[in-house]
């Protein structure tokens, strides 16, 4: 199994409190990602890293920061949370594509998930 | 625009039977990859299979065997033989060299009576 760990699992919060999830690994891959997952939708992408310091948006941004001061962390930040960010949060890593010299992707492997609350 | 769609929300069958689950996706990438990911009851995401859009073989593994046609713009997946172990949800997914993004189905929740 890919050394990915979140933290915390489960969270309760309150409307209107910021929250931050944490997502670290031990394989020492660059690529990171953040997604949600709610009933009838999948996954959904939230934020993405290809790097230290190196972040950007994905589908579902709005009301979330990230930031990736190490290749190993990479946190999510819900600033206010509200009632629409309940939902099961998953962490991914990936390798980069290979120097192969043809277009290829690795597949992503995912983290345990952080099941949020928010009252 | 990409898009992933696993048009069966929920399947029920029973131990032993063959089951198939169904993905169309979208898109106008002429490289992409398609993946399978299992989450069972207990809630990891487990990665089963990826195709790139030049391989278009299918493949068996096990009770597990996907069909890849890009004239349907399709990626089924059939579980041969069914198992209680089997019960979980099934995501397809597709990758799009464009945009680097994964993107995924609804998914479809496969219940395996024992």
């Known amino acids: 199994d890919a050394g990915i760990t979140q933290s915390p699992r489960h969270k309760v919060t309150e409307t209107g409190t910021p929250v931050t999830l944490r997502c670290h690994q031990t394989?020492?891959?660059?690529?990171m990602y953040w997604y949600r997952q709610d009933p009838g939708h999948g996954l959904r992408l939230i934020h993405y890293s290809y790097g230290v310091k190196d972040t950007d948006k994905g589908e579902v941004s709005d009301g979330y920061s990230v930031s990736r001061s190490k290749t190993e962390d990479f946190l999510l930040t819900l600033e206010s949370a509200t009632s629409s960010q309940t939902s099961v949060y998953f962490c991914a890593i990936s390798a980069p594509p290979s120097a192969a010299g043809v277009d290829s992707y690795n597949e992503q492997f995912f983290g345990p998930g952080t099941r949020l609350t928010v009252l | 625009a990409q898009k992933v769609t696993q048009a069966q929300t929920e399947i029920s069958v029973v131990e032993k039977e063959d089951v198939t689950l169904d993905c169309v996706y979208e898109?106008?990438?002429?490289?992409?990859?398609l993946f399978w990911y299992k989450q069972p009851p207990s809630g990891e995401l487990v990665f089963l299979i990826r195709r790139n859009s030049f391989d278009e073989q299918n493949e068996i593994s096990g009770r597990y065997s996907w069909n890849f046609q890009k004239s349907t713009s399709s990626f089924n997946f059939t579980i041969t033989a069914s198992q209680v172990v089997d019960s979980a949800v099934y995501f397809c997914a597709l990758f799009s060299s464009n945009t680097g993004k994964l993107i995924f189905g609804q998914g479809t929740t496969l219940q395996v009576k024992p």
């Open positions: 394989e020492n891959h660059r690529y």
């Open positions: 898109t106008r990438d002429t490289t992409y990859y």
